[in-house]
Structures are given as C-alpha cells and as structure tokens.
C-alpha cells in the first residue's frame, strides 16, 4: 500500500514538473531567439566600438559569422561597417567586390568592399555600410550576396529581427 502511494505521489511530482513548464510557456509566449546583443567596446578616451554579433547560415548551409560594428569619434559616426566572416580553409572571399544588398521590398544596393584598407584572411569580408543603414528605415529581411574566389556566390538570408537590432546600434546608440 505504501508503494501505491509513493508511486502515485511520484507520477503527480513528475506531471508537476512538465505541466508548471509548459503552462509558462502558454502564458510568456515563444519569444524570437536571439544569440545577440550589443555591446560597447571603448578603443580610446575619444572612441569607441559599437558592435552587435549574430551566426546566420548561407542558401548552402555554411555557418556565417555576422558583425555589424560602427565607430564612434568624439561624438561623431566615423564609421559603419559590416564583417563577414566564414570557416577558414572552408571559405574565400573574392576581394575588391561589393556586397550587393538586397531588400524584401525589392530595393537594391551596394556596400563597398574595404578589405583591402584592413589586413584581413582571406575567410573574412567587410564593407562599409554607413550610407546603407541611414536609407534602412524597415526591419526588413535582407538578401546579402557576395562572390567567393571559387565563382561561386554566398547567398546569406538576414532576418528582420537582425535587421532591428543593427537599426538599434546606429540609431539608438
């Protein structure tokens, strides 16, 4: 009889601790997973970094590293720019070429490739997006494409709650 009751006692324990989860689930909601935030880095009493990190994986499943950091100069925007960054020995990035950007609602623009004004690997890409983020007024999803040195082309989907996050990075901080 003891047994009957701890094991009854035992199963309404376990049912407790499934259900209490899944009802604060119901009630919270399911929110959007983010693995980003942003952060400020200080480079110097004038200066510092802004950047918000996010891993976003490419139409041929390739994880991407995806950095959009923007420098500020005693008060002033000095730069926006935007760092991809691959698997080495997985991945080269063809230099100089644009980064072409493209929006849901069909716009399309350029961002400039300014490898060649940092030392960088070969894995890495990075443009300058400053006149890109002051027309980006939507969170919208973003079609990022880049050639690599194989001739083939990196299509890299940026959903819109990344786009909302680098809108907060340019504007908010």
């Known amino acids: 009889m003891i047994d009957t009751i701890l094991g009854i006692k035992s199963f309404t324990t376990r049912r407790f601790w499934v259900i209490i989860p899944f009802f604060l689930y ?9 693995s980003a935030s942003i952060h400020a880095y200080p480079e110097s009493p004038t200066q510092t970094m802004y950047r918000s990190v996010q891993s976003f994986r490419d ?4 994880a991407w590293q995806v950095v959009l950091y923007k420098r500020v100069k005693s008060g002033l925007v ?7 960054v691959g698997f080495p020995g997985i991945v080269e990035i063809s230099h100089p070429e644009n980064l072409k950007i493209t929006a849901g609602t069909g716009e399309v623009w350029q961002a400039k490739d300014v490898f060649d004004e940092l030392s960088l690997p070969s894995n890495v890409g990075e443009y300058d997006l400053l006149e890109f983020m002051k027309e980006l007024d939507y969170n919208m999803p973003l079609q990022l494409n880049f050639p690599l040195k194989n001739n083939q082309v990196v299509e890299l989907s940026i959903p819109p709650f990344a786009v909302e996050e ?3 990075l340019v504007f908010n901080y």
């Open 59 to 62: 139409a041929s499943h390739k």
């Open 166 to 168: 680098w809108r907060k």
């Open 78 to 84: 000095d730069s926006i720019h935007l760092r991809l």
């Open 26 to 34: 119901l009630i919270l909601g399911n929110p959007i997973p983010t």
